[in-house]
């Protein structure tokens, strides 16, 4: 059998034990939970701004659930209790020439658009990652010094 040389791991090992140690800290998954959190906190400031308003009941019931940890994935959930909410968002049918009351008109239109105020959102938010994840990429940047 031949030997095809020798390899000096001793700068892997080194950078090994530096990720190690900021694993086992928990500093790691802090500031990615933190980080997470300010996600979650623009994409509902970003939703509801986008949320048309005739009583303000829609925009009211937007909520944010987690950061979550789930496996190796942090999950943050935007959510809207309205029953009404997905219709506002993907839009909806409904009878031509039918009088509603409460609007005091007939209805003209047999589909209503949605806003897709949550969509929108969710591209708006994927362009702003950058600046939203810069803090914690500085901080793993440490880890490559």
């Known amino acids: ?28 998954k802090q500031g990615i939970e933190k980080t997470a959190l300010k996600v979650g906190t623009q994409a509902l400031k970003n939703v509801k701004s986008m949320t048309p308003v005739k009583e303000g009941n829609l925009r009211r019931q937007w909520s944010v659930i987690g ?8 999950v943050i959930e935007l959510q809207n209790n309205a029953e009404y909410a997905s219709y506002v968002e993907n839009g909806h049918r ?8 409460v609007i005091g008109k007939r209805l003209k239109a047999s589909w209503v658009p949605g806003t ?13 990652m950058p600046q939203l994840l810069s803090p914690i990429l500085r901080d793993l940047g440490g880890l490559f010094d």
């Open 67 to 74: 950061p979550t940890y789930s496996g190796h994935v942090f």
């Open 94 to 101: 409904q009878t031509p020439g039918r009088y509603v009351p």
């Open 1 to 28: 059998m031949m030997a095809w040389g020798k390899i000096d791991d001793a700068q892997f090992q080194e950078f090994a034990n530096k990720v190690k140690g900021k694993i086992d800290s928990g500093l790691l």
């Open 116 to 128: 897709h105020m949550l969509m929108k959102t969710m591209f708006e938010i994927d362009a702003q």
